[in-house]
DNA sequence: TGTAGGAATATTGTTGACAATTTTACGGAC
DNA sequence: GTCCGTAAAATTGTCAACAATATTCCTACA
């Protein structure tokens, strides 16, 4: 990892479509969009964010720049060192398995809170999705399409859930780990087990036994963490 | 609830003791204080947070002051509204049960990862407390001792869990629970039934038991919300 | 070539001023 | 007493300037 981290200013200047000459977004929109670039590595890890180079791209003042950067601090997503700026937080393999450890028990908690919630017939759509459409796309390796059913599948799931404080913090962890969890989805056989997995998850959720698919999704995650474990070399 | 809501400054004129001339804390400081203050209601829900008062009261610039709220905001602890400042957030009812629901699957977490990895005589002493010791606080009503025993355990049972992820969502959950915990633990019964729990929790933890441990925390946890759930017009 | 030192440049941290918005206070009418 | 309008005061949001600190660049020397 020698190479030279790339400076906000590099990574922003293909996002010129998020300018705005006067800002008119709500205060909470240069967050979100910070955030999210953090979390599909458009900022990647070790990344330093300079304030001027995000005030000038949003057309916001340095203060509400330095606002958001005291956000996505206790979100975690990025450190201020005193005097010398922000950087784009580094996952390390310990903060990895300690992040499975509690999405497993977060995640296991939405899935049954989700069956509990909802009559098990609106998960009926997810069932056929994850049946011959993406068994046909995992065995073509259309793994785009894959990743996109788990993101509708998340969605679904948390909304589901019905819990905003669940969200939240899925959404903390999330935005931390979106990147890895992608790189090990396409890792050699997983997004097969992965789906078989979530088939029998799915399954357990359109009969309306939360206990089942609690327990499915926490064992999918746990086989997550075996994958990293045994690639993490490769991975981080 | 038609109570004139307090200002920071009517409660920060009684923590002069942290004013400083110069400013030489970190800058994590100022929002720690903030987070302790409005976690122990000294900063009670629904209370303005002024930016003069708190940069005089510290020492520290108006930005800074700014910055520690786009912190607390994210951490759910105050509302920010355009122009008209920041409020401690209210914890509403159902917000309460999600808040359960989220702490019986982390706490269950940490006392289980506490439990496997520390030599299980490292528990000795607060079987030892939790035993004669608060049997008679619990007795005689001393039940700040109780409290504070409990607040030991915790501190305990975090430390022990040895995975700062966690730590960080445990402290981000307490930080809004924690003047309600205690209200419920001083309701009628509630400290005889909770030690009686807690005890066999540290019993389990001295033998080893992860998996009864967690369990176990996670009983009283539900014991928790259905006390809450009964008496929840008179706590909130 | 590598290192050290100094200057120039860049960036962060703070401050004070001012614009914009909200809140409070006051007086008058009903 | 309540309601409304107006003015004053308070507070938030932003800006520009500058101090403080860090980084980068350049030169000289071994």
């Given at each position: 990892m020698s190479k030279r981290p790339k400076t906000a200013a590099a990574s922003s200047s293909a996002k010129s479509a998020t300018r705005k000459k006067a800002d008119d977004n709500p205060p909470e929109f240069l967050i979100n969009v910070l955030r999210d670039r953090i979390a599909n590595h458009d900022l990647p890890p070790g990344s330093k964010l300079r304030e001027n180079s995000i005030s000038e791209e949003f057309g916001v003042s340095r203060a509400r720049?330095?606002?958001a950067f005291g956000g996505l601090e206790e979100r975690g997503l990025i450190e201020r060192i005193p005097?010398?700026?922000?950087?784009?937080?580094r996952l390390e393999a310990p903060q990895v398995f300690e992040l499975f450890a509690v999405?497993?028990?977060l995640e296991g908690l939405a899935v049954r809170l989700a069956t509990e919630n909802q009559p098990p017939e609106s998960w009926?759509?997810?069932?056929?999705?994850?049946?011959?459409?993406?068994?046909?796309?995992?065995?073509?390796?259309?793994?785009?399409?894959?990743i996109e059913a788990l993101a509708t599948l998340r969605t679904r799931m948390v909304i589901g859930a019905e819990s905003q404080t669940l969200e939240s913090l899925l959404d903390s962890i999330y935005d931390r780990t979106r990147v890895l969890i992608r790189r090990l989805v396409i890792l050699p056989g997983r997004a097969r087990q992965g789906l078989k997995e979530h088939r029998?998850?799915?399954?357990?959720?359109?009969?309306?036994?939360?206990?089942?698919?609690?327990?499915?999704?926490?064992?999918?995650?746990?086989?997550?963490?075996?994958?990293?474990?045994?690639?993490?070399?490769?991975i981080l």
């Open positions: 720049v330095r606002e005097n010398r700026g922000a950087v784009v937080t999405r497993e028990v009926q759509d997810l069932v056929d999705l994850f049946d011959k459409p993406l068994e046909q796309a995992v065995n073509e390796n259309d793994l785009e399409f894959y029998a998850m799915l399954a357990a959720m359109r009969a309306g036994d939360a206990e089942k698919a609690e327990q499915l999704k926490r064992a999918n995650i746990r086989g997550s963490r075996a994958t990293f474990d045994k690639f993490q070399k490769f």
